[in-house]
């Protein structure tokens, strides 16, 4: 049986048409986190002149993996790597752009140093690193919605929630990172492009 994300299927169409702002031809992107891989599949099929390399920590693989077997596209690179952000070496070359999306709400803080620090290990100067998901701005909340998210999260994890984008911007910029871009998008999300300096 093929896995499948409501919240992936609805927002899927709005992240597409940020990512071709950003992901030129020739572009080779590395997902953290695929999930189900319905992401990579409708990117994939969606940016053909672009490679689209899917990974997922190893206990996750099997959600994305009969998809993107039967997807059968070739720009996109298969098997899913296996990629645990907290491990230093990734088992990929570097790429032009990273992707992510509705992860760093689930990850301890340690978990998004580590990712923030890998992405600048694997991104070309001048490359792009997208991250899509809910994030606090100055401290506050964005919406009510968000607060009562973020609430659940922790509750169910102490180490999970909503990151804000201050916290975001020192980090990156400890690792050769820099903020270029936010784009509001539906459900009090957004993306927001960081860029590696040269």
């Given at each position: 049986m093929i896995s499948h994300s409501e919240a992936a299927e609805r927002n899927k169409r709005p992240?597409?048409?940020?990512?071709?702002?950003?992901l030129p031809a020739g572009a080779q992107v590395l997902e953290i986190g695929c999930g189900t891989g319905q992401h990579a599949e409708y990117f994939a099929r969606n940016l053909p002149q672009v490679t689209w390399i899917p990974s997922?920590?190893?206990?996750?693989?099997?959600?994305?993996?009969?998809?993107?077997?039967?997807?059968?596209?070739?720009?996109?690179?298969?098997?899913?790597?296996?990629?645990?952000v907290?491990?230093?070496?990734?088992p990929v070359g570097v790429v032009t752009a990273v992707y992510t999306?509705?992860?760093?709400?689930?990850?301890?803080?340690d978990e998004v140093e580590s990712l923030f620090f890998g992405v600048a290990r694997v991104l070309l100067p001048g490359g792009?690193?997208?991250t899509y998901g809910p994030f606090n701005e100055g401290g506050v909340y964005t919406s009510?919605?968000?607060?009562?998210?973020d609430q659940s999260l922790r509750a169910r994890k102490p180490s999970m929630g909503i990151r804000d984008i201050d916290d975001l911007k020192a980090l990156a910029h400890s690792c050769g990172l820099a903020l270029q871009a936010k784009h509001n998008?539906?459900?009090?999300?957004?993306i927001l492009v960081w860029t590696r300096s040269s």
């Open positions: 992240i597409l048409s940020v990512l071709c702002q950003y997922d920590r190893s206990e996750s693989l099997p959600l994305s993996e009969g998809r993107l077997k039967q997807a059968q596209l070739p720009n996109l690179v298969l098997p899913v790597r296996p990629i645990d907290s491990v230093l070496q990734w999306a509705n992860t760093l709400h689930i990850m301890s803080w792009y690193f997208l009510a919605s968000n607060e009562a998210f998008m539906p459900a009090n999300n957004q």
